[in-house]
């Protein structure tokens, strides 16, 4: 299973990106997914979780109410929708799959087997 995260890039704050993560060699509606992000010198920090139904949904305090994890199976893609960025939100992210359940410590990198790449976000003031 291949992981290829996009739509990464410049945004100012309080604006809004929509980032997608495309799945190749699987089906992303067979597997729990999340979405992490990195400052680089950090940790891979947790943000949002889902389970293949979308039920749970886990979101971190940090982002809660701002973005979203939503799927479209038809496109086998996983979009992240982020909502009132701030500099704050200045990160890599990554999408990422598991084959365990999310209901099993949803916020633990080493858990998910599957990684994308990386898309940078950038927000200014």
């Known amino acids: 299973v291949q992981l290829q995260a996009s739509g990464g890039g410049l945004v100012r704050r309080g604006g809004s990106l929509r980032l997608s993560c495309a799945t190749s060699g699987g089906t992303s509606a067979n597997y729990d997914m999340a979405w992490f992000r990195q400052i680089p010198g950090s940790e891979r920090q947790f943000i949002i979780g889902a389970s293949k139904t979308g039920d749970p949904t886990y979101v971190s305090d940090s982002v809660k109410g701002r973005f979203t994890l939503s799927r479209d199976n038809a496109k086998n893609t996983v979009y992240l929708q982020m909502n009132n960025l701030n500099i704050g939100d200045t990160a890599i992210y990554y999408c990422?799959?598991?084959?365990?359940?999310?209901?099993?410590?949803?916020?633990?990198?080493?858990?998910?087997?599957?990684w994308g790449q990386g898309t940078l976000v950038t927000v200014s003031s």
């Open positions: 990422a799959a598991r084959l365990t359940s999310i209901l099993d410590r949803p916020t633990i990198a080493s858990l998910y087997k599957f």
